[in-house]
Structure formats: structure tokens, C-alpha cells
């Protein structure tokens, strides 16, 4: 399972980024916790990285499962491929949430043929 492990080391690492960036943009913008709104910029990279914890509780389970039942080397491929979704919903949503669309689909599909797929795998062994 060594590509399932390395695409969900990379999916924690690019969610650990987003938390940085969090505490960083807390600091620009003067936002303290518990506060999470009052200043746009702070409130879209906020909502990058609660969105990312969000998608995580699919994504993890879906990789894992298709890795498990269907194939470790395609699961740690669809794994790198969503982290880069991510990635570039995070850029499109820094910039203006109305462009994160992109990002977030692919983010969704990729998710969804994992979960779609290592269930099947797991019924039909």
C-alpha cells in the first residue's frame, strides 16, 4: 500500500500547508480565534482549509478502500491527482471564490471514483 500511504502523506501535508496559512492570515489580519470572520481575504483562506478537513473525511476512507480492494499504484495516482485539485481550488479561491470551481469539481469526481470504485471492489471480492 505504499502509493496509498505516499497520496495520503501528500493530501495531510498540502492540509497542513492550509493550516499555516491560516495562522499566518490570523496574524495579517488581525483575525484572533476564535474569530473566523471579519476580513475577506482572511475569510477565504479560512474557508480553503475548513473546506479541505471537509472533503478529507470522503477522500481518506474512498482512497484507502480503493487502494485496499482495487489498486495501490492507480489509488496513490488518483490520490496525488486530487491533492493537486486542492491545490488548485485553493489558488482559484485565494484569488476570488467565485473561481474555485474547477478545483472543486475535480476534487469531487476524483473522490467519487474512489469511493465508487473501492466499494465495488470490496463487494465484488
Same mark, same amino acid.
Given at each position: ?39 475577506? +481575504?482572511? /475569510? ?15 477522500? *481518506?476512507? !474512498? =482512497? ?25 481550488? +485553493?489558488? /482559484? ?15 469531487? *469526481?476524483? !473522490? =467519487? ?13
Amino acid at each position: 500500500m505504499r502509493f496509498t500511504v505516499l497520496a495520503t502523506f501528500a493530501a495531510l501535508v498540502a492540509y497542513a500547508w492550509f493550516m499555516i496559512k491560516v495562522a499566518r492570515a490570523r496574524r495579517e489580519f488581525g483575525v484572533e480565534a476564535p474569530r473566523v470572520t471579519g476580513n475577506e +481575504a482572511f /475569510e477565504r483562506i479560512f474557508r480553503v482549509q475548513q473546506n479541505t478537513v471537509e472533503q478529507l473525511a470522503l477522500f *481518506l476512507p !474512498a =482512497l484507502w478502500l480503493f487502494g485496499g480492494y482495487v489498486s495501490d499504484p492507480v489509488a496513490g495516482i488518483l490520490g496525488l491527482c486530487w491533492t493537486g485539485a486542492r491545490v488548485l481550488y +485553493a489558488t /482559484e479561491y485565494y484569488v476570488d471564490a467565485r473561481r474555485r470551481g474547477p478545483g472543486a469539481a475535480l476534487t469531487i *469526481l476524483i !473522490a =467519487l471514483v474512489l469511493l465508487v470504485g473501492g466499494t465495488a471492489g470490496a463487494l465484488l471480492r
